[in-house]
T-cell receptor
């Protein structure tokens, strides 16, 4: 157990629908990152939050949005879903805005949510 | 644009052999590099990192080599074990500030007993 909790683990939904993915960061971590992993695109950074505020944006579609709540958990909202949105969605956390490596700036990834759009 | 890429999508080795996974990067501003391991059903897990002021860094059974001249890094796994079977990602970043690492697409390492 990495300490980062993602729910649900699996999600199957129809095109056009909206879903919410949830992430609880590792205890003490203030920064949360969302990534999308698909077979043809690898790990793509979507968005980062730090202590409740948006910190950085990557290749996140306008149909997608996220937020980080006062208790530091984060939610990724995906709307008007398309077949191409089927992917693994990972959340990672770090104590400080991270470089991805080790220590306080390092990432701890959750086990992901597998989204299937049919 | 800038990218991080992996040379081989799949690497098959025999148990006990040494494995070498390669990665090319193109962002000359990158000065911090990380290797991750992703096992089936899990998220990526940090293995080892290296800064650009080093050419080599060793961990437990793993070694990362960095060649800044040709913008290439490699991960060497000694005495590969079945438990090493996973997808391995390299990521590049810049130290300082709060840059977000860019991940490569991954190499699948298959270890045959």
């Amino acid at each position: 157990d990495s300490g980062v909790t993602q729910t649900p683990k699996h999600l199957i939904t129809a095109t056009g629908q909206r879903v919410t993915l949830r992430c609880s960061p590792r205890s003490g971590d203030l920064s949360v990152y969302w990534y999308q992993q698909s077979l043809d695109q690898g790990l793509q950074f979507l968005i980062q939050y730090y202590n409740g505020e948006e910190r950085a944006k990557g290749n996140i579609l306008e149909r997608f949005s996220a937020q980080q709540f006062p208790d530091l958990h984060s939610e990724l909202n995906l709307s008007s879903l398309e077949l191409g949105d089927s992917a693994l969605y990972f959340c990672a956390s770090s104590l400080r805005p991270g470089q991805g490596g080790a220590g306080n700036y390092g990432y701890t990834f959750g086990s992901g949510t597998r989204l299937t759009v049919v | 644009g800038e990218s991080v890429g992996l040379h081989l999508p799949t690497l098959s080795v025999q148990e006990g052999d040494n494995s070498i996974i390669n990665c090319a990067y193109s962002n000359s501003a990158s000065d911090y590099f990380i290797w991750y391991k992703q096992e089936s059903g899990k998220g990526p897990q940090f293995i080892i990192d290296i800064r650009s002021n080093m050419d080599k860094r060793q961990g437990q059974r793993v070694t990362v080599l960095l060649n800044k001249t040709v913008k290439h890094l490699s991960l060497q796994i000694a005495a590969t074990q079945p438990g090493d079977s996973a997808v391995y990602f390299c990521a590049e970043n810049r130290s300082g500030g709060s840059y977000i690492p860019t991940f490569g697409r991954g190499t699948s390492l298959i270890v045959h007993p």
